[in-house]
């Protein structure tokens, strides 16, 4: 074996030593908060942008109760997103609910 292939054996064997005992590791629980949070209706006429307005007003919502940590909507639980519209041409009506946490769980 050559040296230059028996470091890379070394350096190889090193680098999976490692990855297991990081792999290993697990990570915080999420808090959450114990309440569902539901934002302000909104409306629009593409569903699309009347969900995303949805998502930031809940968003919002979660500001006003707590912090900006917990106001990540992909890192909420229990989410739900209700939309509605009476006829065809009448607008969306949106509206984000869900329990907000930190980090994703």
């Not at 028996?6 to 309440?35: D, N, R």
């Not at 569903?47 to 106001?71: C, I």
């Not at 009448?90 to 994703?104: L, M, Q, S, V």
């Amino acid at each position: 074996m050559t040296v230059k292939r028996f470091v890379y054996v070394v350096l190889g064997a090193g680098l999976v030593a490692a990855g297991v005992s990081f792999g290993g590791a697990s990570s915080a629980e999420a808090a959450c908060l114990s309440t569902r949070v539901t934002g302000n209706t909104a409306t629009g006429q593409f569903r699309l942008l009347v969900e995303r307005r949805a998502r930031l007003n809940w968003a919002d919502s979660v500001r006003d109760l707590d912090s900006r940590h917990f106001s990540n909507w992909n890192y909420a639980k229990d989410r739900s997103m209700n939309c509605r519209r009476e006829r065809p041409s009448d607008p969306w009506e949106c509206t984000a609910r869900g329990r907000p946490c930190d980090r994703p769980s």
